[in-house]
């Protein structure tokens, strides 16, 4: 068995937006690039506390969250973004549902 054979086809990386994601980021591009794997990057939101009763600002911030983060991989790390998740709901299910791809290796930061 050679290690093509192992390799993932897909890479999840859940991100918090925080400085603990920064190690995870770099791992999920690194094996990504190295095994040729998709990567894609997830951020799950819940409705918070709502500034003056705006709709829409949780969701808006977990996009603003991913996209930084695509932004980062492609540009700094050399490694291209295939998806972008932001889903509403648990932390764990968000993240579970989206990993739930055949071949998919999931990498988080501890704070997430």
Same mark, same amino acid.
């Given at each position: 068995?050679?290690?093509?054979?192992?390799?993932?086809?897909?890479?999840?990386?859940? *991100?918090?937006? %925080?400085?603990?994601?920064?190690?995870?980021?770099?791992?999920?591009?690194?094996?990504?690039?190295? *095994?040729?794997? #998709?990567?894609?990057?997830?951020? @799950?939101?819940?409705?918070?506390?709502?500034?003056?009763?705006?709709?829409? @600002?949780?969701?808006?911030?977990? *996009?603003? @969250?991913?996209? #930084?983060?695509?932004?980062?991989?492609?540009?700094?790390?050399?490694?291209? @973004?295939?998806?972008?998740? %932001?889903?509403?709901?648990?932390?764990?299910?968000?993240?579970?549902?989206?990993?739930?791809?055949?071949?998919?290796?999931?990498?988080?930061?501890?704070? %997430?």
């Amino acid at each position: 068995m050679t290690h093509k054979d192992v390799a993932p086809t897909t890479i999840l990386f859940a *991100s918090d937006g %925080t400085s603990s994601s920064r190690d995870a980021r770099g791992a999920a591009a690194y094996v990504a690039r190295s *095994s040729g794997a #998709a990567l894609h990057i997830v951020h @799950v939101w819940t409705p918070a506390s709502t500034i003056g009763g705006a709709q829409g @600002v949780d969701q808006a911030i977990a *996009s603003g @969250v991913v996209s #930084a983060e695509a932004k980062l991989i492609e540009e700094t790390l050399g490694c291209p @973004v295939t998806g972008i998740h %932001t889903p509403y709901g648990s932390r764990a299910r968000g993240i579970l549902y989206h990993r739930g791809c055949r071949g998919c290796w999931a990498h988080r930061g501890r704070g %997430t």
